[in-house]
């Protein structure tokens, strides 16, 4: 069980460069948020997925967009690159949507946009 | 809008002395609390949580009591290992669990 897996661990983009940040989980988890983490400002949520076939936004959703083909992968794309992006991103799953379920981390992907 | 305010650090300890991190929140209805734990390269973990007022979540030593009147969930432990030296998360959980909302993170540092 490898739990909440993403790819690739670090990334250099040029400013106007796409890519997709891989996520995937093995728990058979329903919800899957992507979040980023910036100095001084804690997580903020991205996007998120309550199931197959369905994102919504979170706090911070321009820029970047998701799509959830299958319950274990939830990529988030980028679709051009900007330097305001350069941030770590998490991905997380979670069983259900209330506090008894516990959200699970993945190791997160370390991005600088130059 | 719903926000987590949490102590800067870094906070620095020497091994067994005692630990507290302050949290205080700002939330509509009745939120459920949480702490996170993220250690050096790693993501991050669920250290503890409380989902009403006046629980008391704990795990590994930590300890954090829901304080509905002064709107604070303060994580401590007795006796710190350098082991506990990390970066710890207060979040809440206000409009489903899904959504979490975090504080900025506190770095623990705890020497021999």
């Known amino acids: ?114 | 809008g719903d926000s987590v305010t949490q102590m800067e650090g870094p906070v620095t300890l020497s091994e067994e002395a005692f630990l507290t991190i302050n949290c205080t929140y700002t939330a509509t209805g009745y939120p459920s609390l949480f702490w996170y734990v993220q250690y050096p390269g790693e993501g991050l973990q669920l250290l503890l949580k409380a989902t009403k007022a006046d629980d008391k979540g704990s795990n590994k030593g930590f300890e954090a009591t829901y304080r509905k009147e002064t709107t604070s969930f303060h994580l401590e432990k007795g006796s710190v290992q350098v082991s506990d030296s990390a970066v710890y998360f207060c979040a809440l959980s206000a409009t489903g669990f899904q959504k979490l909302v975090f504080g900025t993170g506190t770095r623990l540092l705890v020497s021999p």
């Open chain 1, 1 to 114: 069980n490898a739990g909440v897996t993403q790819t690739p661990k670090f990334q250099v983009l040029k400013t106007g460069q796409s890519m997709t940040l891989q996520c995937a989980q093995d728990m058979n988890h329903e919800y899957m948020s992507w979040y980023r983490q910036d100095p001084g400002m804690g997580l903020r949520l991205i996007h998120y997925s309550v199931g197959a076939g369905i994102t919504d936004q979170g706090e911070v959703p321009n820029g970047y967009n998701v799509s959830r083909s299958t319950t274990e992968d939830f990529p988030l794309r980028l679709l051009s690159a900007a330097p305001s992006q350069t941030s770590v991103y998490f991905c997380a799953s979670t069983q259900g949507p209330g506090p008894a379920y516990e959200q699970y981390f993945g190791p997160g992907t370390r991005l600088t946009v130059t």
